[in-house]
């Protein structure tokens, strides 16, 4: 299996961007983390490739997060992706799984009754947040439709997951595609055919397809790399951050658990990594609190 990673291209004398990713590992890793049941998982890999993707449009520290809720089964989805090819995510109910005619229903366990939130952490003074009503669910078409609605930017997103009878990832990937000014009509008219010539993603994935394949297939040839990232699922917890968290609640809360007499154990919703302060952590932490 490949490592996880992405290509970025220009196209067509620059007035084309493609990012083009492979990210079966670190999906089938956050598959391990969280317990996903097969549509559950292509559901949330489908979004950690977006936010990687996307995340890759950035630079510095600059972050994103995506928060998905379409009243489907699922429940709320929410990625957090840097500029450097990094990823975590919360899945709201991990242990649902629809299938339709051998596919894994993605549209069915999101629900399109529901927005599409990214909020852009640039890091300066304000944080931005922009949406756009899902349309099906399915994760690319609700992004090309974000794209259209809040960037404005004409956009094409491909992404997919396939599961195997084990409940292992074995194949997860995506493009996205956008257009940038001065594109011609006919280039969007030779990209358009050369999109829908292609099979599934995920079926080019699992046959060894590499994102510089992808990017080869949309443009026949006419494109030039520019930039290549490595890619993973990372949290970011410490034991100190949790500590900070601790000391916000203030002292009449931090007492209550003091009196319990024992010590507790905090566990990361991104990771599931466990963190246990004692009774004399607990008593410092109270002395530190307003």
């Not at 009509?185 to 994102?211: A, G």
């Not at 010590?263 to 599931?272: A, L, T």
Request: proline fraction near 3%.
């Amino acid at each position: 299996m490949m490592n996880d990673y992405l290509v970025k291209a220009y196209a067509f004398d620059g007035t084309v961007r493609i990012y083009a990713a492979t990210t079966t590992k670190l999906v089938d890793e956050a598959r391990q983390i969280h317990g996903t049941w097969p549509a559950a998982s292509a559901a949330l890999g489908r979004v950690l490739t977006v936010s990687l993707i996307m995340g890759a449009m950035y630079k510095g520290d600059q972050t994103l997060t995506i928060r998905i809720n379409g009243g489907g089964p699922i429940g709320e989805i929410v990625s957090v992706a840097n500029a450097h090819g990094s990823v975590k995510a919360i899945v709201e109910n991990p242990e649902v799984h629809f299938s339709q005619k051998d596919k894994l229903a993605v549209g069915l366990v999101v629900g399109n009754d529901g927005f599409i939130h990214v909020t852009k952490d640039l890091k300066i003074r304000d944080v931005f947040t922009s949406s756009a009503k899902l349309q099906t669910g399915e994760i690319g078409d609700d992004f090309a439709y974000y794209f259209a609605v809040s960037e404005q930017i004409p956009s094409s997103v491909g992404v997919g997951v396939l599961v195997n009878e084990n409940n292992e990832v074995f194949a997860s990937g995506g493009f996205i595609l956008q257009v940038m000014p001065g594109a011609k009509e006919e280039t969007l008219q030779k990209i358009e055919q050369n999109i829908s010539k292609m099979r599934p993603i995920s079926e080019l994935i699992s046959e060894n397809k590499k994102p510089e394949d992808i990017i080869e297939m949309i443009t026949k040839g006419d494109h030039e790399f520019v930039e290549e990232m490595p890619l993973s699922y990372l949290c970011d917890c410490t034991k100190e951050r949790f500590e900070k968290g601790l000391i916000s609640l203030g002292k009449q809360e931090l007492g209550e658990m003091i009196t319990d007499d024992s010590s507790i154990e905090i566990v990361c919703h991104f990771c599931k990594k466990k963190y246990e302060f004692t009774i004399g952590e607990l008593i410092k932490l109270e002395k530190e609190s307003k």
